[in-house]
């Protein structure tokens, strides 16, 4: 018996195995009998046309930035059986490097905006690979599985933040400690800087009498528009300033109380490029027989002289301290975010001798305390305010500042 078909076959497998030296794809089944009559007999068939896609090197990148991707899977085509491309979402053809039929890269373009995108690889045969495909498959493009791809318009490297967004801006960012953050592209970005509020005074003792000290002042609130390039910057957000020790002697005679501590200066850089700066608040003073000042806001705005709380546009003065404590200086109220409607930078409240401490500027704001019963109270932590002046003990600590941007992606 002839074993013509045999060696037909044996050619067909031998085709693919030596056309330019590329070895058949394991994925192509064959099966080798032997007959009655010893003749080999080989059943073959075409590897699957489609390449597949298992994994990518990376999924996500910066927008704008060089990204080479590497993209293993089965069925890629080396040049001479045909052509393989890459289409990365609406990006078509893109050009890739083959290193084997299980590896290939392509570069992602520079110009694709930030979003989701589809990768997806596709074959097209040509004569070379086998005539018969080329006559059945002639020019047919053939697609892999579809892989996500993000690219990203920043990345926050570090620190403590939230993400938020409204109805005007997808993207609100709040620091609450200090952070770096990379941009990939270049945004009109809004920010709200608050510098770290002023400790309220502490209490003094003259004549076996206490006498009330000054509420901190609050840091300063700055509100603007800056072009935030594809560069990483600095979030540095300034520390409360704590309240002032009180004289902590009730036999003693004739002891000030000390002063509060600054608040800190919140920040952004841009290596060692200052880009923007808000000022902590002064604290408040500390007791003396006396009316004592309220501590000064971060923008330089006095406090209370002992009288009244100073207010001021971007950062409110703490109260005055003495026989009457008195309210501390309003914080400013920003408008451009409705989610953040409340004001930042207030003013502590002074302390008393004998009546009731001032309130702070607001409700995150230290109230002053009184030398009978009423102790003052911190300001809330990230909101700028200034601490709450003593009447009988130490003041209160002033909170720390926030830095919060906010824009469109």
């Given at each position: 018996?002839?074993?013509?078909?045999?060696?037909?076959?044996?050619?067909?497998?031998?085709?693919?195995?030596?056309?330019?030296?590329?070895?058949?794809?394991?994925s192509?089944?064959?099966?080798?009998?032997?007959?009655?009559?010893?003749?080999?007999?080989?059943?073959?068939?075409?590897?699957?046309f489609?390449?597949?896609?298992?994994?990518?090197?990376?999924?996500?990148?910066?927008?704008?930035?060089?990204?080479?991707?590497?993209?293993?899977?089965?069925?890629?085509?080396?040049?001479?059986?045909g052509?393989?491309?890459?289409?990365?979402?609406?990006?078509k053809?893109?050009?890739?490097?083959?290193?084997?039929?299980?590896?290939?890269?392509?570069?992602?373009?520079?110009?694709?905006?930030?979003?989701?995108?589809?990768?997806?690889?596709?074959?097209?045969?040509?004569s070379?690979?086998?005539?018969?495909?080329?006559?059945?498959?002639?020019?047919?493009?053939?697609?892999?599985?579809p892989?996500?791809?993000?690219?990203?318009?920043?990345?926050?490297?570090?620190?403590?933040?939230?993400i938020?967004s409204?109805?005007q801006?997808?993207?609100?960012?709040?620091?609450?400690?200090?952070?770096?953050?990379?941009?990939?592209?270049?945004?009109?970005?809004?920010?709200?800087?608050?510098?770290?509020?002023?400790?309220?005074?502490?209490?003094?003792?003259?004549?076996?009498?206490?006498?009330?000290?000054?509420?901190?002042?609050?840091?300063?609130?700055?509100?603007?528009?800056?072009?935030?390039?594809?560069?990483?910057?600095?979030?540095?957000?300034?520390?409360?300033?704590?309240?002032?020790?009180?004289?902590?002697?009730?036999?003693?005679t004739?002891?000030?109380?000390?002063?509060?501590?600054?608040?800190?200066?919140?920040?952004?850089?841009?290596?060692?490029?200052?880009?923007?700066?808000a000022?902590?608040?002064?604290?408040?003073?500390?007791?003396?027989?006396?009316?004592?000042?309220?501590?000064?806001?971060?923008?330089?705005?006095?406090?209370?002289?002992?009288?009244?709380?100073?207010?001021?546009?971007?950062?409110?003065?703490?109260?005055?301290?003495?026989?009457?404590?008195?309210?501390?200086?309003?914080?400013?109220?920003?408008?451009?975010?409705?989610?953040?409607?409340?004001?930042f930078?207030?003013?502590?409240?002074?302390?008393?001798?004998?009546?009731?401490?001032?309130?702070?500027?607001n409700?995150?704001?230290?109230?002053?305390?009184?030398?009978?019963?009423?102790?003052?109270?911190?300001?809330?932590?990230?909101?700028?305010?200034?601490?709450?002046?003593?009447?009988?003990?130490?003041?209160?600590?002033?909170?720390?500042?926030?830095?919060?941007?906010?824009?469109?992606?």
């Amino acid at each position: 018996m002839s074993c013509a078909s045999s060696n037909l076959a044996n050619q067909d497998i031998n085709y693919y195995q030596n056309l330019n030296g590329y070895a058949v794809p394991s994925s192509v089944p064959y099966n080798r009998n032997i007959n009655p009559n010893g003749c080999r007999r080989y059943k073959a068939g075409y590897p699957p046309f489609a390449p597949t896609i298992g994994s990518l090197s990376v999924t996500i990148s910066g927008a704008g930035t060089y990204s080479l991707v590497y993209i293993y899977g089965t069925n890629f085509l080396p040049p001479c059986y045909g052509t393989t491309y890459v289409n990365f979402g609406p990006f078509k053809q893109l050009p890739i490097t083959f290193y084997s039929t299980s590896s290939i890269s392509f570069v992602v373009p520079l110009n694709a905006q930030v979003g989701v995108y589809k990768v997806v690889v596709v074959n097209i045969y040509n004569s070379n690979f086998s005539p018969a495909v080329n006559q059945s498959y002639s020019g047919n493009p053939n697609f892999s599985n579809p892989v996500s791809y993000q690219l990203i318009g920043y990345t926050i490297n570090n620190g403590t933040y939230t993400i938020t967004s409204n109805a005007q801006y997808n993207t609100i960012i709040t620091f609450t400690a200090n952070s770096s953050i990379t941009f990939y592209q270049n945004y009109a970005v809004n920010y709200i800087v608050v510098g770290g509020g002023g400790g309220g005074g502490g209490e003094s003792r003259f004549l076996n009498s206490d006498y009330g000290a000054g509420g901190g002042g609050g840091g300063q609130v700055l509100d603007n528009t800056n072009i935030f390039s594809n560069k990483t910057y600095s979030i540095i957000v300034g520390s409360g300033g704590n309240g002032g020790i009180g004289s902590l002697c009730a036999t003693c005679t004739d002891i000030p109380g000390r002063n509060g501590n600054p608040g800190y200066s919140s920040q952004i850089f841009l290596g060692t490029n200052n880009i923007v700066t808000a000022n902590g608040g002064q604290g408040g003073l500390g007791g003396n027989a006396t009316f004592c000042n309220g501590g000064a806001s971060g923008n330089g705005f006095a406090g209370g002289n002992g009288g009244t709380g100073g207010n001021a546009p971007s950062g409110g003065g703490g109260g005055g301290g003495g026989n009457a404590g008195y309210n501390g200086g309003n914080g400013s109220l920003n408008i451009s975010i409705p989610t953040y409607g409340t004001a930042f930078g207030a003013g502590g409240g002074g302390g008393s001798w004998n009546l009731t401490g001032g309130s702070g500027g607001n409700s995150n704001a230290g109230n002053g305390g009184n030398a009978n019963s009423g102790l003052p109270t911190s300001a809330k932590p990230n909101t700028g305010c200034g601490g709450g002046g003593g009447g009988s003990v130490a003041g209160g600590n002033g909170g720390s500042g926030i830095i919060i941007l906010y824009f469109n992606v």
